[in-house]
């Protein structure tokens, strides 16, 4: 094991062998394996947005097979994905990728003002299938989001105690935050520092902009002079919101952008000290040749900040 995964591993002392195990399973996996970086592959937005959004723009994206073999030959740290997708292909492919179980998901069916996600797996799942991980979502700014931090709770106590890991998709979004806040620095920060409260080991954030959504957080980052100027000082930023960079805290790709854009995105990332990236769209979107070449490319920019 390398020095650096032995450095992450020590900054959850709270947590049993077999947790800090399949942490370091996924550190330790693929391509960017024992550099403290991770490339993810998530597959939950057949769900979240509908299998023809998602999966239309490349056909062979329908069946769950295709991103196990997807997630393998790039060489991801872990795929991620609901019960369905898990359940489907775990036997074909199982220990050849750590795998996380998302344990709750949302439909767009009713796209309400305040939105929640329905339990749709469990920690005893995540077992049966051979999983590393739980994830699951919290959305700070919901009229929901109390009752979504309390369920949070109780799962994470569940699978540390079943030695899993936990990785939380933190997505500001409710009637009380505009489409623009969303995505500003302090709230993503504060969403950073949520989940890491609520025992988060790998956290799943958007990249911030740079609008400062509450007032009261603004002049704070006016009188002190926290530098957000830069994609890169937002990233840093938001990495210090959770504990000081102590937590894993990876970057979400988004929707389907066009290779440049998301490259910049990529090494802004890993300048501001990201620890990585979760690419579903911008992967599974695209042609599986075009997918692996850019994966590969993603994988290199992050193992380049590491020499």
Same mark, same amino acid.
């Given at each position: 094991?390398?020095?650096?995964?032995?450095?992450?591993?020590?900054?959850?002392?709270?947590?049993?062998?077999?947790?800090?195990?399949?942490?370091?399973? %996924?550190?330790?996996?693929?391509?960017?394996?024992?550099?403290?970086? %991770? !490339?993810?592959?998530?597959?939950?937005?057949?769900?979240?947005?509908?299998?023809?959004?998602?999966?239309?723009?490349?056909?062979?994206?329908?069946?769950?097979?295709?991103?196990?073999?997807?997630?393998?030959?790039?060489?991801?740290?872990?795929?991620?994905?609901?019960?369905?997708?898990?359940?489907?292909?775990? +036997?074909?492919?199982?220990?050849?990728?750590?795998?996380?179980?998302?344990?709750?998901?949302?439909?767009?069916?009713?796209?309400?003002?305040?939105?929640?996600?329905?339990?749709?797996?469990?920690?005893?799942?995540?077992?049966?299938?051979?999983?590393?991980?739980?994830?699951?979502?919290?959305?700070?700014?919901?009229?929901?989001?109390?009752? %979504?931090?309390?369920?949070? +709770?109780?799962?994470?106590?569940?699978?540390?105690?079943?030695?899993?890991?936990?990785?939380?998709?933190?997505?500001?979004?409710?009637?009380?935050? /505009?489409?623009?806040?969303?995505?500003?620095?302090?709230?993503?920060?504060?969403?950073?520092?949520?989940?890491?409260?609520?025992?988060?080991?790998?956290?799943?954030?958007?990249?911030?902009?740079?609008?400062?959504?509450?007032?009261?957080?603004?002049? !704070?980052?006016?009188?002190?002079?926290?530098?957000?100027?830069?994609?890169?000082?937002? !990233?840093?930023?938001?990495?210090?919101?959770?504990?000081?960079?102590?937590?894993?805290?990876?970057? /979400?790709?988004?929707?389907?952008?066009?290779?440049?854009?998301?490259?910049?995105?990529?090494?802004?990332?890993?300048?501001?000290?990201?620890?990585?990236?979760?690419?579903?769209?911008? /992967?599974?979107?695209?042609?599986?040749?075009?997918?692996? +070449?850019?994966?590969?490319?993603? %994988?290199?920019?992050?193992?380049?900040?590491?020499?």
């Amino acid at each position: 094991m390398t020095q650096r995964v032995k450095e992450i591993l020590g900054w959850y002392g709270g947590d049993n062998p077999g947790t800090l195990t399949n942490l370091a399973r %996924m550190l330790n996996h693929g391509k960017l394996g024992g550099t403290g970086k %991770m !490339v993810i592959l998530p597959v939950d937005q057949g769900f979240e947005h509908g299998p023809a959004r998602s999966f239309g723009p490349n056909p062979p994206a329908y069946d769950p097979a295709y991103h196990f073999q997807l997630a393998i030959e790039a060489g991801c740290s872990a795929y991620a994905a609901p019960l369905g997708f898990i359940e489907a292909a775990a +036997r074909d492919y199982a220990g050849d990728i750590p795998l996380i179980l998302k344990l709750n998901d949302h439909d767009v069916l009713n796209d309400e003002a305040d939105p929640d996600q329905a339990l749709t797996g469990s920690v005893q799942d995540a077992l049966r299938l051979g999983c590393s991980a739980i994830g699951f979502t919290i959305y700070p700014g919901s009229a929901h989001r109390l009752e %979504m931090y309390g369920e949070i +709770r109780a799962r994470a106590e569940e699978a540390k105690r079943n030695g899993l890991a936990v990785v939380i998709w933190s997505y500001p979004r409710g009637s009380s935050i /505009s489409k623009e806040g969303e995505t500003a620095v302090d709230v993503i920060g504060y969403a950073a520092h949520i989940a890491a409260q609520l025992g988060a080991h790998i956290i799943k954030v958007k990249v911030p902009a740079s609008f400062i959504l509450q007032a009261a957080a603004k002049k !704070v980052y006016e009188s002190t002079g926290i530098p957000i100027s830069t994609p890169t000082e937002r !990233v840093r930023h938001v990495v210090q919101c959770a504990f000081g960079g102590k937590r894993i805290v990876i970057f /979400s790709g988004g929707a389907l952008e066009g290779e440049d854009a998301l490259l910049q995105e990529v090494t802004a990332i890993r300048d501001g000290g990201g620890f990585g990236s979760i690419i579903g769209r911008n /992967s599974f979107q695209r042609p599986k040749k075009e997918a692996l +070449r850019l994966l590969g490319t993603i %994988m290199e920019i992050y193992a380049a900040g590491e020499k």
